[in-house]
Every structure is written in C-alpha cells, then in structure tokens.
C-alpha cells in the first residue's frame, strides 16, 4: 500500500467512510497521529472524515492499522480510501472546520447509551455532580437531536443552549473526551429537568428525585421524557399500578418492556445466555426479549412466560435507580393506544398530567422521534424485532447503486427506506399507518430524511396491494412507481442484509400479503434472485370468513378449517371454543363459506397458526397483533419432539390430517402445551421436507427465511439447526425485522437490483 523506503517522509489522503461522525472520531485520530509523531490535519465533511498524513512510512502503515484497530467503540469504518498525497509545509496535526463538499452524506450517528466514564462523572466531576444530561464524545443523544449535516452543534437542538466558559475549554481540547460533543453541557450550562405535578412544579433535582422515588414505590405513574420520546413509568412488582397504567394506555393484554436496576437484579427474573448478555450491555441498549426465571407483577407479560428487559441507557435512569430501593420499572412508550410517541413536554404535559400523577420534563427538543427497539437473540445471533433507538439511522451497505430509490415499506408495521449510492438508509418505526397520527409521523419523517440526508426521490417501490397505506403515499409522489410482490420483498430483505447474490429457495411465512393471483398469500416457497421470483409451494387455500375479521376473530379460521374436514358435523365435536361462540354465528360462517360470501382466498401460516390456537382455546379474542401466535409459542413443552402428518403434492401442502389427532390430543394431559409443541415440529418439518424437494428440483442449496412467523424464536432455531444439519447454506434477518419492518429494504434493493440490470429495449442486441 506505501513507499517501501521506510526512512523517508510520505504523504496520503485518507477518506474514512462510515460512522465517523458523532462518536469521538476526530479527536481519537488526532491522538494517534500525535502518538506516531504524524503531521497533518483531519476533517469531517458531509459525506466522510477526511484526514491528510505524512511521515515515515513505518508511522503511516501504523498509523492505519491502528486506526481500524482502536477506534471509538460506537464507529464503524465500511472503508478506507487511500491516495499518495504532495507533502505539505506542516508543524504538527491539527482538526479542521467541517466542510460540505457534495450531496453525498456520511453516517448519522445512532442515539447512545451513556458511557461508564460519564456516569462517573455523575459522582466526581465538579460540574456534573447528578447532572442528568450528561454526555461526551462517545455516548449522549444523537439522531434524535440532529437537525442537519455537517454535525455541528448549530444543526442540533442544542443550538440554544450557550456553551459555559469551562465547557468551551473542554470541547476545544482534543485530548478531552469532550472535544466537538456537540451535546457537551453541564449543570452550569445545560438543559435542566422539570417535575410537573397537579399543583406544582418541582425544579431541584434532588426534589424531583424524592418525589419520584417516594411515589414509585407507593404505587403512582409518571410520564418520563427520554431520549426518543416520552415514557410511562411504575414499580414492576406493584400490579396495581401495572393494571391502572393498562387502563391509561388503553392497552389491555400487549406486555410492557421493564427496565431493571443493573444486571445482577435482571438475572434473578430472567434467563440471560452470554449472547443475550451482549446485547444487553452493548451501546444501544435494546429492550430484549428473554425467558422468564421469576414472575414480575401478573399483568406485566400476562403469562407469556417472556420478558421485555432493558438496562438503564441515560443519566437520569441510573440517578433514579441509585436514589432509592427501585429495582424494576415498567417503562413503556409514552402514548395513548397505538399513536406516536409523544415528544413535546406541553403536549406531554395536556395529556399526561391529569392521568398520570406527575409528567417529569426537560428543556432540550426531541427533533426525531423514536421508540425503544427491540431485539431477541436466537441460535446466539441478534434479530432485531423493532428497529428504532440506538440502530436508526445506521444504514446497510449495498452490493448495487441505489441512489434516489424511495422504499415505502408495509402498511402494519410502518417503515420507509432511501437510498443513497450504495446504501440503504433505514427510517425508524411507525405502527400502524392506518392510525392517523402514525401516518403523519411518517409523512414528516420522510420530509426529514430528504432534507437530512439530501435525497432527491426518482423512483419509488411499494407493495402490490391497492389500498395500503403507504402505496398510495408513493403513488402520489409524482415520480415513476415500481411494485414488489409482498414476500419476495421479505426474502429480498435478507439476500440485501447478507450480500446474497445467487437464487435461493425463499421461505417467506406471515400473516398477509398480497399475492399475484390476487389472493392472500403468507406460506410461500420461492425459488427467486434479487430480480424475479417463482412461487414454487405453499400451503393449501382456504376460505377466510369475513375477510380482516379474521385477524381479529381468530376462531373465524378455525371454523374454516374444521368445516373442510367435519362439515357440518363440526358443530357435534365437544370443544371449549365451539361453546363459547354462539351456535346462530358458527351457521353464518357456514353458509358464507358455502356460498362465497366475503371469504377470500388465503394461505396464510399467520391464520393457521391462530386456528391452532383457538381450537386449543388458547386465545380466541386477542387484543393485540400477532398476539394469538405469541400464546400459543409460549405453550410449547420443549421436550415433546412429537409431529403431525402433511401431505405434500404439486406444491401444494395440505393439514387436512392433523386436524383429527389434535382434537384427539386435546382429551390427554398436558393436551395443549404437546399440541403446540407438535404443531411447531409440524411446521419445521414442512420447511425442512419441501426445501429438500426443491433442492433436488432446482439444484439450489442457499435457504432464506424471513416474515413475521420467524419472530418464532422456537420455530426459527430449530428450523435454522435442522436445515444445516442438512446442508442447507441458511440466511434469516439480523440487523433489520423479519416482520413488515424489513419490507422496505427488500422493496428498495430488489428495484437497485433490477434498475443495475436494466437495459433499454432500443440498445439490445440480437
């Protein structure tokens, strides 16, 4: 790479690309130039760090290695471009303004949890003796203050906040940890927190500390604000306070996340592998699922035998916790149902003071808003479930040019995608974007990402079908728009991730996509590329009584099922749930099963899975998505291997075996815990069978798994492990959801793929 003649001064350009910005990059080259006796000087421009180095080659070559080796925890370098330099007339190493030199853009910096030596300073530092914003180089807000690029302090929300005499001395000290933090503030100097109770307002914060604690422990709820949004908080153990804050979020059965002291404390209520244990430590902080050791108060996970576990991730978390005996706290988004969460402290403030008993504030604006991500590890890797804090707006790199591609992901699970050169750049969680508010959320966040990151839309992807929400949105962007069937979209999200390259078998299972036929689709075996996709298998169409109904009323696909098999003699068999509904409604299904009224085709896994569930009476009247599945996973006896027969022909895989020995099954002990485990053998030995078919049909050993099924952490291990047991090459989501969360970046790399392969009709050749 340089001179051979390691006597002699030499000269390079280095361009750092990645996430060099925001996270104490500049100044830790700074220190090791100095170290190595290296001249020059070091930049950040809109699109990398620049840095100029001259000395004896052995220095440079050192100087480079370490470089890759050393640097800041919470950076990443994708690449280093190096090019020899002319030697300029310099005395040392210095840093050098920010400079915008294109429309091209570096890496945002994720959100990042407060580091150790900041909470040090919690207890040591002069000035920040229990201030609860605390930050420096390597940790603090980011992305949810950053307003513009370069980032400098005057593109951020702490543009109104005058730097203190002392703070400047720090932020222009490149041997300080603090040097260039745009969020540097202290208690001299900084935003400063607020308790606002019914009939007054607390400022001191050792007060706001005693109230707090006090109330906590006695039961109460406050609204908190935190780095992405606002949170609700209570004792986890207190479930009194747990059910009162279910009735202010209007949320009667979905778990809360908690977050727990430190984690000695989580571990006497959860199971933590080593891996877990990563997750849990590391900078972003996710809430992580994992399973239950001791039960918290009963309506916290309300028998899902899991935890939503978070540790501390700002100043004012680790404060509260140490004031008092606090051990565990339901920390929930700040929102009512299934809005956004809310950001502004007078909105906070309007709809949280007279519900909650107290809405605790500080004085820095939120500009980006951004809810706790979530994350479950399986077979020891990471699987993001929800991408939000602490991962947005870190992008992935691309095998392909996708340079003013808009993604605009699924309707349920709400995300969009931008490209730029050779990355897509991820936007953080929406909801639902039928919810109004949801919508408006992404519409703005779209606004944004443009400004942010300078993207100039010039072709849009959505998905097939006609009336979702955020096809519509692309449609009405004035650009020219490109379709991408729903599970290819899946598949292609994992083939972006994993720099896939070759056709694979896609397993794409969920609850709903629209298909090609115009049916519903979610149990697909594929054999695609990045390009097309051939759908090859996938379980047998059934009627879906009542259309969306079906989501909500689980039990209307299990009549469907048990009517294919019984007929009307369905009525006959002694089941709990046929009690439980009235017989006049069973008919009604009947009859429009019958006759063809409102029962759309579907094949969906999502509506097999729920008629298992309600046959099993495990959860006929959910109250939140995805929640009858969820039950009926945690029902699983992991030590039943047992299975169920299927039928496999001309692609199509049919049940109609298994559902007389599950209602046999049902008479047994441990009736539904072994038929759950049996269902979910079932299903992995579908997968497994049908793969090994097509192996041999096509020639392809590569399998990518993806869809919102493989949030199954017992289906995807085991799936995973048998497959390789079997010599399958196996690829699934890990850095972005296998749920409609990833949709976007399948939507956006299989279009940069087809647009890199397109030529046009006139310049073919014969």
């Given at each position: ?90 005395e040392n190493f210095t840093i050098v303004a920010s400079e915008i030199l294109s429309d091209e853009v570096t890496n945002i910096s994720p959100d990042i949890a407060v580091c150790d030596h900041c909470l040090e300073d919690l207890i040591h530092h002069p000035r ?175 028998n899902l035998g899991t935890i939503g576990a978070m540790l501390p991730y700002i100043p004012f978390h680790y404060l509260l916790f140490n004031h008092q005996n606090l051990e565990v706290l339901v920390m929930t988004s700040g929102n009512i149902s299934d809005e ?388 399958f090459k196996v690829y699934s989501n890990q850095q972005f959801p296998s749920n409609d969360g990833g949709i976007a970046l399948g939507q956006l790399y299989i279009t940069a793929k087809k647009l890199e392969n397109y030529v046009p009709r006139d310049t073919r050749?014969?």
């Open positions: 790479m340089f001179d051979p003649d390691h006597l002699t001064d030499v000269a390079y350009k280095l361009t750092i690309i990645g996430l060099v910005q925001g996270v104490g990059f500049r100044p830790f080259v700074y220190r090791l130039a100095n170290e190595l006796k290296i001249k020059g000087w070091v930049k950040n421009t809109n699109y990398a760090l620049i840095a100029h180095i001259q000395g004896p080659t052995d220095n440079i070559e050192s100087f480079v290695h370490q470089l890759r080796e050393q640097k800041p925890h919470a950076s990443r370098i994708d690449k280093i471009l190096s090019e020899k330099s002319d030697l300029q007339n310099l920040r003796i229990n201030y609860p914003l605390v930050n420096c180089c390597h940790c603090g807000p980011r992305f949810s203050i950053i307003k513009g690029l370069p980032y400098d302090r005057e593109q951020t929300t702490m543009q109104s906040f005058k730097i203190c005499d002392n703070c400047k001395v720090e932020y222009n000290n490149p041997y300080d940890r603090r040097f260039h933090a745009q969020p540097i503030a202290c208690n001299d100097c900084g935003p400063v927190y607020q308790l606002h109770l019914k009939d007054e307002i607390i400022t001191n914060l050792q007060d706001i500390l005693n109230h707090l604690s006090l109330k906590i422990s006695k039961g109460r709820i406050f609204a908190f604000k935190g780095v992405g949004g606002f949170q609700l908080a209570c004792d986890a153990l207190n479930d009194e306070a747990v059910q009162r804050l279910r009735i202010i979020k209007q949320r009667d059965t979905k778990p809360f996340a908690v977050m727990f002291k430190n984690l000695e404390i989580l571990k006497k209520y959860a199971y933590v592998s080593s891996a877990e244990e990563i997750e849990l430590l590391s900078f972003r902080k996710p809430i992580l699922i994992l399973n239950e050791l001791k039960s918290l108060a009963p309506n916290v996970s309300l956004p969460i809310i950001i502004d402290n007078r909105q906070a403030i309007n709809i949280f003071l007279d519900i909650t008993d107290g809405v605790l504030t500080y004085n820095r604006d939120i500009y980006n808003r951004l809810d706790d991500s979530v994350v479950s590890v399986v077979n020891d890797k990471p699987r993001l479930i929800r991408r939000s804090r602490g991962f947005v707006p870190s992008p992935i790199n691309l095998s392909c040019n996708s340079e003013g591609i808009f993604a605009s992901g699924a309707e349920l699970t709400g995300t969009f995608c931008i490209g730029k050169q050779n990355q897509a750049i991820m936007s953080q969680y929406f909801g639902d974007l039928q919810n109004y508010e949801n919508f408006m959320f992404y519409s703005e966040s779209y606004e944004r990402f443009k400004k942010l990151f300078r993207f100039e839309p010039k072709i849009a992807v959505t998905d097939m079908h006609p009336d979702y929400v955020p096809v519509k949105f692309a449609q009405q962007l004035g650009i020219p728009v490109e379709y991408v069937q729903h599970h290819h979209a899946h598949i292609g999200s994992v083939m972006a991730e994993h720099e896939i390259n070759e056709p694979v078998i896609g397993v794409a299972f969920d609850g709903t996509g629209f298909g090609t036929d115009g049916n519903i689709w979610g149990s697909e075996f594929l054999i695609c590329d990045a390009i097309n996709f051939k759908r090859v298998a996938h379980f047998e169409y059934m009627p879906l009584p009542g259309g969306d109904k079906a989501v909500l009323q689980p039990w209307r696909s299990a009549i469907a099922y048990l009517y294919k098999i019984y007929g009307k003699n369905l009525l006959n068999i002694d089941l709990q749930i046929l009690k439980k509904i009235d017989k006049k409604n069973i008919s009604i299904i009947i009859e429009a099963i019958e006759k063809g009224i409102n029962t759309p085709f579907s094949c969906s896994a999502g509506r097999l899975f729920d008629a298992v569930a309600t046959i099993c009476n495990i959860c006929t009247h959910p109250t939140f998505h995805a929640e009858t599945p969820m039950r009926l996973e945690a029902a699983i006896n992991k030590f039943c291997d047992g299975k169920y027969p299927f039928s496999y022909k001309n692609g199509i895989i049919s049940f109609d075996a298994m559902w007389p020995e599950i209602i046999s099954d049902l008479k047994g002990s441990n009736a539904v815990q072994n038929i759950s485990s049996k269902f979910h053998n079932t299903i992995i030995d579908v997968i497994v069978y049908v793969c090994k078919v097509l192996r041999k049909d096509f020639g392809l050993n590569t399998v990518v798994l993806s869809g919102g099924t493989f949030q199954n952490r017992y289906l995807l291990e085991k799936a995973e492990n048998i497959l390789s047991e079997n010599i050749k014969n």
